[in-house]
């Protein structure tokens, strides 16, 4: 009997395993978010005139160099706005919810106890403009709606200038993301879930290991900084190195004992200082501006129809090149790689190196390099 058990044991952690396994995360890439602290809902004050997930929040964020965590949910008509909560009770004092109604019905509510309304998500990103990071919850609180939400966010993130990166608690988000948007950095929301009533309790502890990890491949997990201390996320963080983004810290003891777990930090309730070690990245950041060079390029060939966007992005994230790539309507390729001239030189040998993909010429210019840019997009 003792044997079976061993054996039963044994094979249950094994497949745990096997299903949280996040696969090969862009650890690399999720650097570019480590520098920076991450105002909750946008640097909010609900008793003020700039409550949570409004522009005046995000604006406030972005003045004050930190990056801003958002909250996305779809209208009854399919329109994108910024709002925590599926209910509007508590933010408007109306008895209504966000997907069930339509946007020209919300968008005059005024929110808590200011003149500020409930913005859309084109609204924030124009507001924003990539001058900060950028962590994008999609919110779909059902499997049916879940894939569509995540395409009306990416359609609007694909024209979006900044470094952002998208989260949800909904598995289903993160699988479309992976299979439609692959560049995009896609992160799972967890905690322990003990809130949830029956039967929903079923599905919150696989959501809590975190159990289908198989399935959308995270390139970090963002978890409730109280519970960083469940061998589940220590799991996560030893065994696997995810990336990790904690959520929310409340306070500067708070944020001292979240170091130890933690890369990344959401905070809300404070205004967190830069301590010495990220004032030394920063300056390093800037000093590097100096070895960089930019090119526009434009390559002919037989470079559309056979991936050549794709291929570039992952070389290019390998290699820690950024900029963008893009389908012309000439049959060309637009790009604009920014990168060391070892770097850029080594992106083209790789390139032309693809299988299927035939480069017969390269037009290129040197332009000035582009600050606060970390990443490489394929735009659309």
Same mark, same amino acid.
Not at 102 to 121: A, G, K, N, Q, V
Not at 129 to 157: C, F, N, Q, T, Y
Not at 192 to 199: A, D
Not at 242 to 264: G, I, Y
């Given at each position: 009997?003792?044997?079976?058990?061993?054996?039963?044991?044994?094979?249950?952690?094994?497949?745990?395993?096997?299903?949280?396994?996040?696969?090969?995360?862009?650890?690399?890439?999720?650097?570019?978010?480590?520098?920076?602290?991450?105002?909750?809902?946008?640097?909010?004050?609900?008793?003020?005139?700039?409550?949570?997930?409004?522009?005046?929040?995000?604006?406030?964020?972005?003045?004050?160099?930190?990056?801003?965590?958002?909250?996305?949910?779809?209208?009854?008509?399919?329109?994108?706005?910024?709002?925590?909560?599926?209910?509007?009770?508590?933010?408007?004092?109306?008895?209504?919810?966000?997907?069930?109604?339509?946007?020209?019905?919300?968008?005059?509510?005024?929110?808590?106890?200011?003149?500020?309304?409930?913005?859309?998500?084109?609204?924030?990103?124009?507001?924003?403009?990539?001058?900060?990071?950028?962590?994008?919850?999609?919110?779909?609180?059902?499997?049916?709606?879940?894939?569509?939400?995540?395409?009306?966010?990416?359609?609007?993130?694909?024209?979006? +200038?900044? *470094?952002?990166?998208?989260? =949800?608690?909904?598995?289903?988000? #993160?699988? &479309?993301? !992976? %299979?439609?948007?692959? +560049?995009? *950095?896609?992160?799972?929301? =967890?905690?322990?879930?003990?809130? #949830?009533? &029956?039967? !929903? %309790?079923?599905?919150?502890?696989? *959501?809590?290991?975190?159990?289908?990890?198989?399935?959308?491949?995270?390139?970090?997990?963002?978890?409730?900084?109280?519970?960083?201390?469940?061998?589940?996320?220590?799991?996560?963080?030893?065994?696997?190195?995810?990336?990790?983004?904690?959520?929310?810290?409340?306070?500067?003891?708070?944020?001292?004992?979240?170091?130890?777990?933690?890369?990344?930090?959401?905070?809300?309730?404070?205004?967190?200082?830069?301590?010495?070690?990220?004032?030394?990245?920063?300056?390093?950041?800037?000093?590097?501006?100096?070895?960089?060079?930019?090119?526009?390029?434009?390559?002919?060939?037989?470079?559309?129809?056979?991936?050549?966007?794709?291929?570039?992005?992952?070389?290019?994230?390998?290699?820690?090149?950024?900029?963008?790539?893009?389908?012309?309507?000439?049959?060309?390729?637009?790009?604009?790689?920014?990168?060391?001239?070892?770097?850029?030189?080594?992106?083209?040998?790789?390139?032309?190196?693809?299988?299927?993909?035939?480069?017969?010429?390269?037009?290129?210019?040197?332009?000035?390099?582009?600050?606060?840019?970390?990443?490489?997009?394929?735009?659309?």
């Amino acid at each position: 009997m003792a044997y079976w058990a061993v054996l039963a044991v044994f094979l249950i952690t094994a497949l745990w395993l096997i299903l949280i396994n996040p696969g090969t995360p862009r650890r690399k890439r999720m650097e570019a978010f480590y520098p920076w602290y991450i105002a909750h809902r946008g640097l909010h004050d609900n008793s003020g005139p700039s409550p949570e997930n409004t522009l005046s929040a995000f604006a406030l964020a972005a003045e004050r160099g930190f990056g801003i965590e958002l909250d996305v949910r779809e209208t009854a008509d399919e329109e994108l706005v910024i709002s925590h909560d599926a209910s509007l009770k508590r933010m408007t004092g109306f008895d209504l919810t966000v997907e069930k109604t339509r946007w020209r019905d919300l968008r005059d509510l005024m929110l808590l106890h200011s003149e500020e309304h409930i913005p859309t998500f084109h609204e924030a990103l124009q507001l924003i403009g990539g001058k900060v990071p950028v962590i994008v919850e999609i919110k779909a609180d059902d499997m049916k709606s879940a894939e569509r939400i995540a395409a009306h966010a990416a359609d609007e993130l694909d024209s979006y +200038e900044g *470094l952002y990166c998208v989260e =949800s608690f909904n598995p289903k988000c #993160l699988i &479309w993301f !992976r %299979k439609n948007r692959p +560049e995009t *950095l896609r992160g799972q929301l =967890s905690e322990q879930f003990r809130s #949830l009533p &029956w039967p !929903r %309790k079923l599905i919150g502890f696989p *959501l809590s290991c975190c159990m289908f990890n198989f399935l959308t491949r995270p390139d970090f997990i963002a978890y409730d900084v109280h519970h960083a201390h469940l061998l589940r996320f220590q799991v996560f963080r030893q065994l696997f190195h995810m990336p990790a983004v904690s959520w929310t810290v409340n306070s500067p003891e708070a944020l001292a004992e979240a170091r130890k777990d933690f890369d990344c930090f959401i905070f809300e309730g404070f205004l967190p200082g830069k301590d010495a070690s990220e004032r030394t990245r920063d300056t390093e950041k800037e000093r590097d501006m100096t070895k960089l060079i930019r090119k526009y390029m434009l390559v002919s060939g037989r470079v559309q129809g056979v991936g050549f966007r794709y291929r570039a992005a992952w070389i290019a994230q390998s290699l820690g090149v950024t900029g963008y790539v893009r389908n012309c309507m000439d049959e060309r390729v637009e790009m604009e790689l920014q990168g060391t001239p070892e770097q850029l030189e080594l992106m083209m040998q790789q390139l032309r190196a693809q299988r299927y993909i035939e480069i017969d010429q390269v037009e290129e210019k040197r332009i000035d390099p582009v600050e606060h840019e970390y990443e490489f997009k394929v735009r659309h």
